[in-house]
């Protein structure tokens, strides 16, 4: 059989009454539909009501040489399909695009416009087919070059690799004229640098399109640009859609991912895609970019380094993607720099940290927000945060919904809080804030600063860690510990604030000796470890001490407890109530003396072995030690002096103004 140029016969149908068996010579690619016969013969032409054609595959255009298949479909009046046999194809440019083969194949010859033509019962219908672009199908490019508006559209059909094979190879660049469009078929995409360096150039002028070969086109057909070598690549005025497909390597799958080089963006938008944009920790934004927008997307917005985030550019918009946030990602901040407000939500996926090697410092502008996922933390070895500031909105930082571990700085002399909320942290077990310093120079700054929810204690100052003087109005509640957990280097500079509301309202004082003063928070202070030991200490009117179960309080150098009758200072066990649950307060000699004024001992003289055990026992009595206080529920002496030494004075006389209450021993014992 022989068609003549551009006219080409879909099918041939045969009918026959009375036949045992119908024969139809049908060209299947052309998609037959249904039987032509019916029962006085041949199809009933007058049925045919309208004809539809489409493309198969449906592209924007086809460079010469490329190929689709035509599809025909007929309707009668009512909608119903008929059966397209005896429909009459032809092209009507058969120079600019005809048919390859009688199965309904037509091949992309020149560049232009043909219409194809289809007839069946005096219905006739067009379709055009535009033929024009340049293929791209080479893997790999080795050597610059340009891809020129002249030649759009670019259709790429396999995922290109840009850069050459040899890590010392000069840079190879990718440049793109402006005004261009790039289609990419299913899978495709363009790398940069994946051994060698390599750079995209986009220069100011037309936008450039980049989006999928297809008619219509779909979120994540294909997989976008991915930068993996070093190297300076300037995008302007460009528009990504369609992609963010992921690679079976791992790829998170975004339009626009970069693992290492150095990025200029400028008005750039990721549109009806998957993913927007995935920046990781060895990438370097450049300086001035800026409007990078994100739109309709089925995924996330941004996946971006900590270090990225400071410098992501800033005027573009982000609406209507499913997940309208920034994901910030495990990664290290090497340089200085500020997390501000983008115009989005931010959530902290993983730990973010200066290392020991660095002095950077993170600052989080007034009104940030940050939801912490579980496994979430900020940590400093080196350098430090400074988050907020007095007289703005306050920095919140809080959990995502399963809590996360909080903040930890071994500098705390770097790091300053003012007008920041943490929430719903301390998920280590240490606290949401855990500070270490280097014993010395000043500690962290919390200028209201409030904390709620720990999971464990609110603040956990360890070893040298402290707080600075400078700070004032911290708050922390609702703590599932304590709110304070903290060495005795810390205790002095510890602000006026709200510790209540905890599973335990008590500042738990683990170790330390160290000449400090106690200041009246409105809560205890729990001695887990028991003893002092150290330089002096001056405790403060109204102030409780509470002290581990079977513990002693030892009197270092020097012990200053003067209170008032009115607030009176209170040594007593951490199970009060129970007599003899603690050992008592042990003077040695101390060369500052000691000094209990308006001090109430209860529930002292356990622990001890007998005849040792007293809720005051000393080693020398140097006078003056105990005026106008109580000892309750001792369960044994009030007052015990050993090595055979002697009382200077007698403080059971009523001239000292002491009281003994519920005492289970002598009120003097001397060994």
């Known amino acids: 059989m022989t068609f003549s140029a551009g006219v080409l016969p879909l099918a041939v149908g045969v009918c026959h009454h009375h036949s045992m068996h119908r024969t139809r010579l049908l060209l299947l690619t052309a998609g037959i539909l249904g039987a032509a016969c019916s029962g006085d013969g041949l199809t009933n032409l007058k049925l045919v009501d309208h004809i539809e054609l489409s493309l198969d595959p449906a592209r924007p255009a086809y460079p010469r040489g490329d190929t689709t298949v035509l599809r025909v479909a007929v309707f009668d009046k009512n909608g119903a399909q008929l059966s397209n046999e005896g429909a009459r194809l032809r092209s009507l440019a058969p120079s600019i695009a005809n048919f390859r083969s009688a199965g309904?194949?037509?091949?992309?010859?020149?560049?232009?416009?043909?219409?194809?033509?289809?007839?069946?019962?005096?219905?006739?219908?067009?379709?055009?087919?535009?033929?024009?672009?340049?293929?791209?199908?080479?893997?790999?490019?080795?050597?610059?070059?340009?891809?020129?508006?002249?030649?759009?559209?670019?259709?790429?059909?396999?995922?290109?690799?840009?850069?050459?094979?040899?890590?010392n190879s000069d840079t190879v660049i990718l440049t793109i004229e402006p005004g261009a469009t790039v289609r990419f078929r299913t899978g495709t995409g363009l790398m940069f640098g994946d051994v060698a360096p390599a750079a995209l150039r986009i220069a100011d002028g037309a936008p450039v399109r980049m989006e999928a070969d297809s008619l219509p086109g779909h979120a994540g057909s294909w997989i976008g640009l991915l930068f993996r070598g070093a190297g300076h690549s300037e995008l302007r005025h460009l528009t990504l859609r369609h992609c963010g497909r992921e690679l079976s390597s791992g790829n998170t799958g975004a339009c626009l991912g970069a693992v290492t080089g150095d990025l200029m963006l400028d008005d750039v938008t990721v549109s009806d895609a998957h993913n927007g944009v995935d920046l990781s920790q060895a990438v370097t934004i450049t300086p001035g970019s800026k409007n990078l927008?994100?739109?309709?997307?089925?995924?996330?917005?941004?996946?971006?380094?900590?270090?990225?985030?400071?410098?992501?550019?800033?005027?573009?918009?982000?609406?209507?993607n499913a997940a309208n946030e920034i994901v910030i990602t495990h990664g290290l901040v090497r340089r200085s720099t500020e997390w501000s407000d983008i115009g989005l939500p931010l959530r902290l996926a993983g730990s973010v940290g200066v290392p020991m090697d660095a002095n950077a410092i993170l600052t989080l502008a007034p009104g940030l927000h940050v939801r912490a996922d579980a496994g979430a933390s900020f940590y400093f070895d080196g350098g430090g945060i400074v988050a907020g500031d007095t007289a703005g909105p306050p920095v919140v930082l809080e959990s995502s919904g399963q809590g996360w571990f909080g903040i930890k700085t071994e500098h705390d002399s770097m790091s300053a809080l003012r007008n920041v909320v943490l929430k719903d942290c301390g998920l280590a077990s240490y606290g949401c804030l855990h500070l270490a310093g280097l014993c010395t120079g000043r500690g962290l700054v919390a200028d209201h600063v409030t904390i709620q929810g720990s999971k464990s204690a609110g603040v956990w100052l360890s070893y040298c860690g402290k707080i600075d003087t400078a700070s004032r109005n911290l708050t922390i509640t609702g703590s599932a510990s304590v709110p304070l957990d903290l060495s005795f280097y810390a205790l002095e500079d510890l602000p006026a604030g709200n510790y209540t509301g905890n599973g335990w309202d008590v500042v738990r004082v683990r170790d330390g000796a160290q000449t400090t003063h106690l200041h009246n928070l409105g809560i205890p202070y729990a001695l887990i470890d028991g003893s002092h030991g150290g330089p002096t200490l001056t405790i403060d009117p109204g102030i409780t001490i509470q002290v581990d179960t079977g513990k002693s309080f030892d009197v270092g150098l020097g012990l200053v407890a003067q209170g008032t009758a009115a607030q009176p200072i209170t040594f007593t066990s951490i199970t009060p109530g129970v007599p003899g649950s603690w050992m008592g307060i042990a003077i040695g000699n101390p060369p500052d003396g000691v000094h209990l004024d308006h001090v109430i001992i209860a529930d002292a003289g356990g622990g001890a072995p007998a005849p040792y055990a007293a809720a005051i026992r000393m080693g020398l009595d140097p006078g003056g030690v105990l005026t106008n206080s109580t000892i309750v529920r001792s369960s044994s002496c009030a007052l015990l002096i050993v090595n055979g030494n002697s009382w200077t004075d007698d403080y059971t006389q009523p001239a000292f103004g002491n009281t003994f209450s519920s005492v289970a021993g002598p009120l003097r014992c001397q060994l």
């Open 293 to 320: 927008s994100v739109e309709n997307t089925d995924g996330l917005v941004a996946q971006l380094s900590p270090q990225v985030l400071g410098d992501f550019p800033r005027g573009g918009h982000f609406t209507g």
């Open 104 to 167: 309904g194949v037509i091949w992309a010859i020149s560049n232009g416009t043909a219409m194809f033509e289809a007839s069946l019962g005096g219905a006739t219908a067009q379709i055009a087919v535009n033929v024009r672009g340049t293929f791209h199908k080479d893997f790999l490019i080795e050597r610059s070059e340009t891809w020129r508006t002249a030649d759009t559209p670019h259709v790429v059909t396999d995922f290109i690799s840009v850069g050459g094979l040899q890590a």
